[in-house]
């Protein structure tokens, strides 16, 4: 029985049933064939803490359209998903939580407060999958992983203890970036920069035994207190003799040295800087090299220590109020200086963050870094846009030491293992519990690493790695990596050296950078501004489609794209154009199979069709393989909207009205190229695509797994095409004037036509009487009625005796206009072509073009005043 579309668009009725559909037919899962060339994606795995947000939305949608056409284009796909154990943001949500319930981490212990976490990840961690489905995304669900998953888990402690082996993971004292909120360390990347208002506070710090002072400035004067040495620049005239002596740290009455160091630069304020190793990378340099005590004076919620009781317990913007108050009451504060300056902050709740020296794991930087940046170097792994290259080598080519152990417990756990008994320390991924030294008990390092470290072993972890699987031997690398340029440095980066170290491969081949999807106005989506758009809810009101469509068009590699009611209206109105025309299509099909008729058998409407669907295919294949996926969907939108329904479906009416061969040769083109536009269009709008199809005469199976369109010369007819463009630009052409002049579509009137190419107009009048209010037309070598409307267009002058119809003041006057117009168009060619820098510069095909528009104009200006001359 012959399925009928009903009469509204209604996505909500089908698409819930379609994916379950694609599920139980397991569509997104592969069977590796060493027959076909692959295709893998791996998905930048969301938190299990996260909420389906625009950023997913876009992200999501673009890897879907990249799998969906490279699976109907024959590769056999793979898209890995998975979620992120996102250790901070996590922790971060199972303590507030417990508050909540009047209890701490430490009330239930590391092992209850995991099996809480557990707990949590059950109930919640799979929530944002769920929303992506109702995406339409086209995951291996079967394949799904977890970063805290056994296999991950694996991967990550055999990575430890490869790294730890090669000398590349050491553990030592240095300075790291302390969130006092998050009471953990962060990496250099996870550190945001903002731009906030301070102060320079200039202090004196008096010459032990008198004799005057040195004057220094900070930004921070609570580490005042941390300060081991003032140092000076050995080359600085004014200084060089108080080198070796003493100053007296204020408050606190300790004498500390003055060093020389190139650290103090000669040009920069007076000369002179507090020192506190503790409390800053470069002073920790500077301590390093003087061998400098480090004082800490701050604790983990960055509060100060006990060693100094009058400020101890004080938070330290409290502390520094404080201090403040004790240096200038002292007579040591000389001078404040308004700045602004750029301060650091965690990536993830925005608080200050703190330099701290510490106690903490660290991944040997330089000898990773340089395979990973010659990889893209030398062009196997390229950056699109390719300008994204620069952010990547400037991180790595600037790359510290990575910070990777965290002072929290959801997470996976560092494999040190230190003796109770002797301190002996042993890194092993299998475990230790006796010491190999001494004998004694073995306690696993608490801390925990960071997220990225897990995140970075994604590609192939996922796969299988370190086991040597079938997955990875014919999935990996992977082929192409689609993210946001914000987390360049935080993923992309660590993925590449990491594949290169441990698998001796790339990951991917191809990083494809996308923007931020902002409001309407350009502003960034945030909780403060509340401008966020909940996908979820346009899904609901719009369709998956929908919304997927409206993040694909105008969509350009590395740029922001502006969300706005306006542009998903724009996308529920597409749709429901396509479903109104394929519904209208489908009522009208009486054939029970479509098979494209032989080429004599078809009409010149017929082959402009199918020339104009060819070329859109082209254009589509070659955007998709050049990811311009905005570009790619705008080539099939103008396609369908424009070409196919407003033009194809009515010159075709005429034809399938007749019945009969020439009936069902219309009904077989019609249905034929309503087919393959919507396999087009299937990566870009799965569900809608799906459900018409199915309905299709003679389709079976999921369109999702059909060959995608692929440029067919064979149903190219050029001269057909031309003489077809001629004849609808005359009808547009009319129907402009008719319009202009108030003239209803009800009345009918007769078109002469005089044309140099008669046989594009012989077969055409059906066109002109359904599509431009013709009661009939006539083709002339020449047509002397005054009285009457001439349309001109570079293919034919159309004479339309209209009569007292028509105002032929007004007539006279527009067509005095029309005649200005283009003569204004000719002095501009005529200006380009005489010019001879354009002549000499421009591309000769640009040239030409440019001579063949001038002789348009010069033939439209001589068809303009002969109408003109003949109103008298």
Not at 343 to 354: K, L
């Amino acid at each position: 029985m012959r399925k009928e579309l009903p009469k509204t668009y209604s996505p909500s009725e089908f698409e819930g049933r379609i994916y379950a559909d694609w599920c139980e037919q397991k569509l997104f899962t592969p069977t590796i064939d060493h027959s076909k060339e692959h295709y893998s994606i791996v998905i930048p795995p969301p938190n299990i803490t996260g909420q389906l947000h625009m950023g997913h939305a876009l992200d999501n949608t673009l890897q879907d359209i990249l799998i969906r056409y490279k699976r109907m284009r024959g590769f056999c796909t793979l898209w890995v998903p998975g979620t992120d154990h996102a250790s901070i943001a996590t922790e971060a949500k199972i303590v507030e939580a417990m508050r909540k319930e009047g209890l701490t981490k430490e009330d239930l212990g590391r092992d209850g407060f995991l099996e809480r976490a557990w707990a949590w990840k059950e109930q919640y961690g799979g929530r944002i999958i769920e929303q992506l489905k109702k995406m339409g995304t086209s995951c291996d669900w079967s394949r799904e992983r977890f970063t805290l998953d056994e296999g991950c888990s694996n991967a990550v402690r055999d990575v430890f203890q490869r790294l730890y082996d090669k000398g590349l993971i050491y553990r030592g004292e240095r300075i790291i970036n302390w969130c006092p909120h998050c009471k953990t360390s962060i990496s250099n990347a996870e550190v945001d920069y903002e731009e906030q208002h301070g102060h320079f506070w200039h202090i004196r710090y008096p010459l032990v035994g008198g004799g005057g002072y040195v004057e220094v400035a900070t930004t921070r004067p609570e580490t005042l207190l941390g300060d081991t040495a003032v140092a000076v620049n050995p080359n600085d005239e004014r200084y060089k003799h108080m080198i070796g002596q003493y100053v007296v740290l204020p408050l606190v009455g300790r004498r500390i040295p003055i060093v020389a160091d190139e650290h103090a630069q000669l040009d920069k304020g007076t000369g002179c800087v507090k020192i506190t190793p503790a409390h800053d990378p470069n002073d920790f340099e500077v301590g390093r090299r003087c061998h400098l005590p480090m004082e800490v004076v701050l604790t983990e919620d960055a509060k100060i220590t006990d060693n100094y009781p009058k400020y101890a317990g004080m938070d330290r913007y409290e502390a520094r109020k404080a201090i403040l108050e004790d240096l200038r009451a002292g007579g040591y504060l000389a001078e404040i200086e308004d700045l602004t300056h750029e301060v650091g902050t965690c990536y993830r709740c925005g608080t200050t963050i703190e330099p701290m020296v510490s106690l903490q794991w660290f991944v040997r930087m330089e000898p990773l870094a340089k395979p990973a940046i010659e990889a893209v170097r030398d062009g196997r792994i390229k950056f699109i846009p390719e300008r994204f290259d620069k952010n990547y080598f400037h991180w790595m080519e600037n790359t510290q030491d990575w910070c990777i152990s965290r002072q929290l417990w959801w997470g996976h756990r560092i494999p040190a293992y230190y003796c109770d008994d002797c301190g002996h320390t042993v890194v092993n991924k299998d475990g230790c519990e006796v010491c190999p030294k001494c004998g004694g008990h073995m306690t696993q390092d608490p801390d925990t690493l960071d997220t990225w470290f897990s995140s970075a072993l994604w590609p192939f972890s996922t796969l299988g790695w370190p086991e040597d699987t079938e997955d990875l031997k014919y999935f990996y690398p992977t082929n192409t990596l689609v993210t946001g340029y914000d987390i360049i440095t935080f993923w992309v980066s660590r993925m590449i050296f990491s594949a290169l170290e441990y698998t001796d491969n790339i990951p991917f081949d191809t990083v494809l950078i996308h923007g931020l999807v902002r409001d309407a106005q350009g502003r960034k989506m945030s909780k403060s501004l509340g401008n966020g758009i909940d996908p979820l809810e346009i899904i609901d009101k719009y369709g998956a489609d929908a919304l997927r469509f409206a993040l694909a068009t105008g969509n350009s590699p590395g740029n922001d794209m502006r969300f706005s009611d306006e542009r998903i209206e724009a996308a529920r109105n597409f749709a429901n154009k396509l479903w109104n025309a394929a519904r209208f299509v489908m009522m009208n099909l009486t054939i029970d199979k479509i098979e494209l008729p032989a080429a004599e058998k078809l009409s010149a409407e017929d082959k402009w069709i199918l020339t104009k669907f060819e070329q859109c295919v082209q254009n589509v294949n070659t955007n998709l393989d050049n990811y311009e996926i905005g570009v790619a969907l705008s080539s099939v939108y103008d396609f369908l909207w424009d070409i196919y329904c407003d033009w194809y479906i009515e010159l075709s009416k005429p034809s399938v009205a007749a019945g009969g061969e020439r009936g069902e040769c219309a009904q077989n083109v019609l249905a034929y190229v309503l087919r393959e536009t919507l396999k087009l269009l299937h990566p870009f709008m799965p569900f809608i695509t799906e459900e018409i199809y199915s309905g299709l005469p003679g389709e079976e199976g999921s369109i999702m797994v059909k060959d995608y369109p692929v440029y067919n010369e064979a149903l190219v007819f050029a001269a057909d095409e031309a003489n077809m463009e001629k004849v609808i630009d005359a009808i547009k052409a009319i129907r402009a004037r008719r319009a202009e002049m108030g003239v209803v579509p009800s009345r009918k009137a007769k078109l002469f036509i005089e044309t140099k190419y008669p046989e594009a107009f012989a077969n055409s009048a059906s066109f002109f009487e359904k599509l431009a209010s013709a009661s009939g037309m006539e083709l002339v070598d020449a047509y002397d009625d005054d009285t009457a409307v001439r349309v001109i267009t570079s293919a034919a002058t159309v004479h339309i005796p209209l009569g007292d119809l028509v105002d032929f003041e007004a007539e006279r006057k527009r067509l005095e206009g029309e005649l200005k117009n283009v003569e204004n168009e000719i002095k501009r060619a005529e200006g380009k072509l005489n010019n001879e820098g354009f002549i000499s510069r421009a591309p000769a095909a640009v040239v030409d073009a440019e001579r063949a528009k001038l002789e348009m104009y010069k033939e439209k200006r001589e068809g303009v005043i002969a109408a003109i001359a003949k109103l008298g």
